[in-house]
T-cell receptor
């Protein structure tokens, strides 16, 4: 069964705008990860945030984690057309065994 | 060269045929995974392996089998393909560690079962 649930399912914005995607989950976690998938291609890891972290940055990406609300957000600032992709969150459900549980993803479209 | 490769990249087959999808990696990772992706359903884990002698079922293993021939190779077989196994299949790897680590994905195999 799915662990993360991304919201919204689809997001359409203009270049230069910020894009915010949310992920909710149901169990305790050790860490939460965000991945990106260009159409029909393999997923690419973007960022990992541990359960004891509240915010993490990587370039134009900002991820927050609120373990009390079991939610995370991914903010992409100053979006570009090349950011058009699907974005997935994944959690480990508190296990250290290496399995990840993915959500259904948010499809982001950035118009030039 | 890509760190995780999958062959074939596309395959069209008929119901009842046996199909093998292959995955190779040069990352030196111990952990390997097979996922399937269907539109609107995200990724679902089929099988995973933490070393050559270790095979574990995922969420949707029925109708599939796997073989870990070496640290670098992990194959997925559909013994008798059926149309609802039409999907995009991904292999992934990760390092063995004390916590769940980043996974590295192959480019995918698009399988169509007629």
């Amino acid at each position: 069964s799915q662990q993360g649930e991304e919201d919204p399912q689809a997001l359409s914005i203009q270049e230069g705008e910020n894009a915010t995607m949310n992920c909710s989950y149901k169990t305790s976690i050790n860490n939460l990860q965000w991945y990106r998938q260009n159409s029909g291609r393999g997923l690419v890891h973007l960022i990992l945030i541990r359960s004891n972290e509240r915010e993490k940055h990587s370039g134009r990406l900002r991820v927050t984690l609120d373990t009390s609300k079991k939610s995370s957000s991914l903010l992409i600032t100053a979006s570009r057309a090349a950011d058009t992709a699907s974005y997935f969150c994944a959690t480990d459900r508190g296990s250290t065994l290496g399995r990840l549980y993915f959500g259904r993803g948010t499809q982001l479209t950035v118009w030039p | 060269d890509a760190d995780v490769t999958q062959t074939p990249r596309n395959r069209i087959t008929k119901t009842g045929k046996r199909i093998m999808l292959e995955c190779s990696q040069t990352k030196g990772h111990d952990r390997m995974y097979w996922y399937r992706q269907d539109p609107g359903l995200g990724l679902r884990l089929i099988y995973y392996s933490f070393d050559v002698k270790d095979i574990n079922k995922g969420e949707i293993s029925d109708g599939y089998s796997v073989s870990r021939q070496a640290q670098a190779k992990f194959s997925l077989s559909l013994e008798s393909a059926i149309p609802n196994q039409t999907a995009l299949y991904f292999c992934a790897t990760s390092a063995m560690g004390i916590s769940t680590d980043t996974q590295y994905f192959g480019p995918g195999t698009r399988l169509t079962v007629l």
